[in-house]
């Protein structure tokens, strides 16, 4: 077991591979990653699936179902679906014997839909009916209409990754929707069990900011916003509100890591990981960046429960003129305009090797 990341997750964080692909799961290397690398986790997105879908590995199974004349989107969701479903399936002996705290895989629904409640319901509730697998999650993001998608899909028994959240306030509006689907579920006396991650993104908090800053300032605004939205979720928890839920059986919609890879050359490639190990969350990481963890990561101090400096940190920032709810808001807009325009790149992308069968 490799030294890194057995700290990690020793520590009680969970490590996720941010990324799917048909070579990684038929090769047998995701089941070296969590043999080996304390992987517990999976996620995947449209950008993903895009860089995935480049190569020849999916085109005999394009070819097979085109000749059946599914549309194509239809057409990828059933790529998507085999896929997932395999690797839920490889973690599935981790979520039995963690009784459903780890061992899950995520899967989005079209990001075309982050602005319209009624269709990404639907969306959610049809995709987690058709993968008919325990440990999946469906990915909703966290936009106004999202997160009251997100509320519904949980009242409906749906287990939800929240997607696209970039503040403290994102979070919190997530963390409310699942409490208060769980207290409709609790008043309507059914089980209190679906699950829910919250996936707040950090780097892209220093490469937004990185035009606006001098370089002293440089990849230190994302670990203050996670601080921050950690201590937020470490009060929630001790809230009297969420002792009542879990008293009657319901788990932590837990906080995730996700935007972990540095984008800036300049900084240690394993930043990120080191700066939150956190207790009780659960951190993503692409495979480059699993890999160089595993080879020079180090574990360093556990994120403090009371936001350490965050604070500080942020009003650093706000005398050099950054305001971070506005910027919060920019980011999600940019995430979701982000992945619509991979989404319809990958839609294009099956749509060739369609047209060349």
């Known amino acids: 077991m490799n030294e890194p990341t057995r700290q990690l997750n020793d520590l009680g964080?969970?490590?996720?591979?941010?990324?799917?692909?048909?070579?990684?799961?038929?090769?047998?290397?995701?089941?070296?990653y969590i043999a080996e690398l304390s992987i517990t986790g999976l996620t995947s997105n449209p950008t993903i699936f895009?860089?995935?879908?480049?190569?020849?590995?999916?085109?005999?199974?394009?070819?097979?179902?085109?000749?059946?004349?599914m549309a194509i989107e239809e057409l990828f969701f059933e790529l998507a679906i085999e896929d997932v479903t395999q690797a839920a399936d490889l973690f599935r002996?981790?979520?039995?014997?963690?009784?459903?705290?780890?061992?899950?895989?995520?899967?989005?629904?079209?990001?075309?839909?982050?602005?319209?409640?009624?269709?990404?319901?639907?969306?959610?509730?049809?995709?987690?009916?058709?993968?008919?697998?325990?440990?999946?999650?469906?990915?909703i993001p966290g936009t106004a209409e999202g997160v009251s998608a997100v509320e519904e899909a949980i009242f409906d028994g749906v287990p939800v990754n929240v997607t696209l959240l970039f503040s403290t306030e994102h979070y919190l509006a997530a963390a409310h929707a699942y409490m208060r689907a769980l207290e409709r579920r609790l008043a309507a006396r059914l089980d209190l069990g679906v699950a829910s991650v919250a996936s707040l993104f950090v780097s892209r908090w220093d490469a937004g900011v990185k035009e606006e800053i001098s370089p002293p300032f440089h990849n230190r605004l994302g670990v203050a916003i996670a601080m921050r939205t950690y201590r937020a979720y470490r009060e929630l928890l001790a809230s009297d509100r969420w002792r009542r839920l879990a008293a009657a059986g319901a788990r932590p919609q837990r906080l995730l890591w996700a935007s972990t890879a540095t984008k800036d050359a300049s900084a240690p490639d394993t930043l990120y990981v080191q700066s939150l190990a956190a207790p009780d969350t659960v951190i993503t990481l692409p495979e480059m960046l699993l890999l160089a963890f595993a080879d020079h990561g180090q574990v360093g101090a556990v994120m403090p429960a009371d936001g350490g400096y965050a604070d500080a940190v942020l009003e650093e920032f706000r005398r050099e003129g950054v305001d971070d709810d506005a910027l919060?808001?920019?980011?999600?807009?940019?995430?979701?305009?982000?992945?619509?325009?991979?989404?319809h790149a990958m839609l294009s992308r099956i749509r060739e090797k369609t047209a060349a069968r």
Do not use: C
Request: charged fraction near 20%.
């Open 93 to 139: 002996p981790i979520f039995d014997a963690s009784e459903g705290a780890e061992g899950w895989v995520s899967l989005e629904v079209s990001p075309l839909l982050a602005h319209n409640t009624a269709r990404t319901i639907q969306a959610a509730s049809a995709l987690h009916e058709r993968a008919a697998r325990p440990n999946l999650f469906i990915k």
């Open 328 to 343: 919060a808001q920019r980011l999600q807009r940019e995430g979701v305009d982000s992945f619509a325009d991979s989404w």
């Open 13 to 32: 964080q969970q490590l996720w591979l941010d990324h799917i692909s048909r070579p990684l799961l038929r090769s047998g290397t995701l089941q070296r």
């Open 50 to 69: 895009g860089l995935a879908l480049a190569g020849d590995a999916y085109d005999a199974s394009i070819r097979a179902l085109d000749a059946k004349g």
